[in-house]
Every structure is written in structure tokens, then in C-alpha cells.
């Protein structure tokens, strides 16, 4: 039995006995080498549901932003790693119950998909134990690399090039399941903190403030660099932010529902001065 139809049948399971009124899962794109996110509420629909190795978004975030976890009912979910990373920092951030939300967890490599076995986020702890220890954060990335051996004002160039395209349409943020805020700092302006026009000054301050804000916290899904319309590289931002928690901090984003957020927590015995 192929993959799909096991998980077809996990979530007719759920949805037959009630023990979830919704499945979030991927169906076809409007292209063939595209997927996008569907929401089953019947057993009729399951046939919608597809899952091969298309099926990269984090999809997550809609369990906040959409409200799905509201009324207290329990909802299924298909999740990569990274989406199960996003679940247990949006449980550590108190953004949703944890026990509402059914894990249908799977990984890709190449062309094969395999399950993964458990349906809560506490089933999983042994497995993101075991990504964190793998060096997918590493700085083995050429082009970090490239960046690294620039000089600071060769870096800031190339950093200013790429921003120079962004037009703030906040795709970014509104595919990032770690952007739930209900008001963005960029929608303020009474004080205004940051110019929303797409210039230089203002772009850099969008783009820096986002990432600082997803420091210790990004789970590196890609979805903010595959919704950028003028393909910025934002994963390079996220990667480098990523190895700078791993290295400075020894903090993976996501790693339990009861992590302590890297930039909102201290120890005692912090050798920095700062804390005496
Ligand atoms: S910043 Fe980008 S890569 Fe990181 S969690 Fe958000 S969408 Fe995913
Ligand atoms: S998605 Fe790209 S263009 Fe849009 S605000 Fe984000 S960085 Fe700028």
C-alpha cells in the first residue's frame, strides 16, 4: 500500500470516528509540480489528499492563524519535521494546545517519503532530539560560506542588493508559521517603527527586525523564501541565525514544548558580565 493511501486511510479513520473534525493535508497544485494546502472536514473528501515529495510547505501555521484549534476540537495535520519543530514552539509560546493537534508526521529525501511513527508532539521528542544532533545546521552551505569570507562591507553590498528588490508585500511573513502576531510591528504606525515604503533604509530595517525576531525560533520550513515573489535568499539569513543559536547558544528551535525562548531567557551562571 503506498504511502498516500495509508495516510488516506489514517484520516478517514480520524474523520469517521470524530476523533478530529479536520484534516490539513496537500492536494495538486494549480501546476503539476506544485502542492497546496487543502483542508478535509469529511470522510467523503479524503480522496483530495495527496503526499509525495511535493508536499514541502509547513503548513503548521494555519492552526493559528486560521483559528482551526478555537472551539477545542482536535484537528489532524501533515507535517514535515520542520512543521513538527513549529508545533512544539507554537506549544512552548502558548498558540495552541498541543493535545488538539494530531501529528500525520512524514520526511522526504530525493524522490522517497517515509511516515513517521506517532501522532502527538511528545511522540516526537526522540526524533527532533535526534535532527538536532544531526548537522542540518551547519555552515557547510557555499554560499554562507562565500558570505562569511566577504568583508563587512562587501556583505553588506550583497545584502543591499538583495533587499534593493524587496517590494514589502509581506509574503514572507505571511507564509512564516512563526509570524502569528495579530499586529505586525510593520502595520504600526502610530509610532511608525518602520517606513513602509520599499526603499533601501526601510527594507533593511524590515528584513533585519524579521530576522532578529525569528532568531532561535525558525524552524528553516523555506516557506518565507519560496513565498518571496522576487526570490530574495531568506534562507540565508535563517540558516546563518540558525548556526549562531546552535553555535553561541547550543539552542535548536523546536526542540520540546517546553524549550525556553534563546533571546527571552538567561542563566545564573551566564559567564557575561550583564547578569551581575
Ligand atoms: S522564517 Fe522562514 S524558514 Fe524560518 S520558520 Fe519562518 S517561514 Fe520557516
Ligand atoms: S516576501 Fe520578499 S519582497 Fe515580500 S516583503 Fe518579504 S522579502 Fe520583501
Not at 478535509?40 to 480522496?47: M, N, R
Not at 526601510?202 to 515573489?229: K, M, Q, T
Not at 541565525?241 to 517546553?258: C, Q, R, V
Amino acid at each position: 500500500m503506498s504511502i498516500e493511501v495509508q495516510y488516506r486511510n489514517r484520516a478517514k479513520e480520524l474523520l469517521s470516528s470524530g476523533e478530529v473534525k479536520l484534516v490539513v493535508g496537500y492536494t495538486g497544485g494549480t501546476t503539476t509540480d506544485r502542492r497546496r494546502p487543502v483542508f478535509v472536514s469529511s470522510a467523503e473528501q479524503v480522496d483530495r489528499l495527496v503526499l509525495d515529495e511535493l508536499c514541502i510547505a509547513n503548513l503548521s501555521g494555519y492552526l493559528v492563524t486560521e483559528g482551526l484549534l478555537s472551539d477545542e476540537k482536535r484537528v489532524a495535520i501533515f507535517l514535515r519535521p520542520e512543521g513538527i519543530r513549529s508545533i512544539n514552539i507554537l506549544a512552548a509560546e502558548n498558540q495552541l494546545n498541543p493535545d488538539q493537534v494530531v501529528i500525520l508526521g512524514f520526511e522526504t529525501a530525493g524522490n522517497t517519503i517515509k511516515l513517521l511513527e506517532g501522532s502527538n508532539a511528545l511522540d516526537f521528542i526522540e526524533y527532533v532530539v535526534s535532527l538536532s544532533e544531526n548537522p542540518v545546521v551547519s555552515d557547510s552551505d557555499p554560499v554562507i560560506e562565500k558570505l562569511e569570507k566577504m568583508n563587512a562591507q562587501e556583505r553588506f553590498s550583497f545584502w543591499q542588493d538583495e533587499f534593493s528588490k524587496c517590494i514589502k508585500c509581506y509574503a514572507c511573513r505571511q507564509a512564516c508559521p512563526m509570524c502569528y502576531c495579530r499586529r505586525c510591528i510593520v502595520d504600526c504606525n502610530q509610532p511608525q517603527w518602520i517606513n513602509t515604503s520599499a526603499h533601501t533604509l526601510g527594507n533593511f530595517e524590515w528584513n533585519i527586525i524579521r530576522a532578529f525576531h525569528l532568531a532561535g525560533r525558525c524552524v528553516e520550513c523555506g516557506n518565507c523564501d519560496r513565498a518571496c515573489p522576487v526570490n530574495i535568499p531568506l534562507r540565508l539569513i535563517n540558516r546563518r541565525m540558525a548556526i549562531e543559536s546552535k553555535n553561541s547558544f547550543d539552542h535548536y528551535a523546536g526542540l520540546s514544548m517546553t524549550q525556553e525562548p534563546m533571546l527571552a531567557s538567561f542563566k545564573k551562571d551566564d559567564s557575561e558580565t550583564f547578569i551581575l
